[in-house]
């Protein structure tokens, strides 16, 4: 097949024989192919000159998506992560961590237990138990906390003829001798195991005219301690208050 080439100048094609052009026979008369494509022929022959036949493309010098700057435009920074740079020591997904933050007062008197530990257990609600200690007016209530201040704190000592009264913080109840609210109080206490459990002790008042303190300690408790006097025995007001611990605990 012979091979030839259209060059364009002055308005008239010049053939001249060069390689990448070929005729074709219509009718019996062989034709140059740049009579039927004039425009494609320069540009069929340029594509042709410039990529070999043999050339061998690589597979990472092919293309296959358009890269991030022809997405995102020349102005845009882009960062490319590449594999494994992530160290075997750090997990793939990073567990939650949970920051704890306390304020701890200073100058508190000394306990038989860390304070970091009260602190760490209120993390566990299968550990934490709420109680109400209810009573009669006078039958020892408010002396029962001291007893269990005292058996937690080293620093402290209990005095039969000068009760503390840690829980009665109010001016009236400091000058009347009797309790008017329920005064909460956080100890940590064991069982017979012995395991620790943390205790939130409510201090209620035993006048019948603050029983409305007694009824929401109860509806907060998990349970209720009964305080008796054994010289003046159970009164009407601890039969009110048992009736509605009753109501709340055994329905």
Not at 26 to 39: A, H, L, T
Not at 232 to 251: H, K, N, P, W, Y
């Amino acid at each position: 097949m012979q091979e030839v080439e259209s060059n364009y100048e002055n308005g008239e094609a010049e053939e001249t024989t060069v390689p990448g052009m070929a005729l074709m026979e219509i009718d019996g008369q062989q034709k140059q192919f740049s009579q039927f494509f004039p425009e494609m022929l320069v540009l069929i022959i340029a594509t042709w000159e410039d990529i070999p036949q043999t050339q061998v493309v690589l597979h990472e010098d092919k293309k296959y998506y358009p890269s991030a700057e022809e997405i995102y435009g020349p102005e845009v920074e882009t960062l490319v992560q590449e594999e494994d740079t992530q160290p075997l020591s750090e997990p793939i997904i990073q567990p939650i961590k949970i920051k704890k933050f306390q304020i701890q007062e200073k100058g508190l008197p000394e306990t038989r237990f860390k304070k970091e530990f009260l602190v760490d257990m209120m993390n566990f609600p299968e550990l934490i138990r709420n109680i109400a200690i209810i009573g009669h007016l006078h039958h020892g209530k408010t002396s029962f906390v001291d007893m269990l201040v005292n058996e937690t704190h080293s620093s402290v000592a209990w005095d039969v003829d000068k009760q503390e009264r840690y829980t009665d913080t109010h001016t009236l109840e400091r000058d009347r001798g009797v309790s008017i609210k329920t005064m909460p109080m956080t100890l940590v206490l064991q069982d017979t195991k012995p395991k620790s459990y943390l205790f939130n002790i409510l201090d209620t008042p035993g006048h019948v005219d603050f029983v409305d303190e007694v009824t929401a300690a109860l509806r907060l408790s998990d349970g209720a301690v009964i305080i008796v006097d054994a010289i003046e025995g159970v009164q009407l007001d601890i039969m009110f208050s048992t009736s509605i611990l009753a109501l709340f605990f055994l329905r």
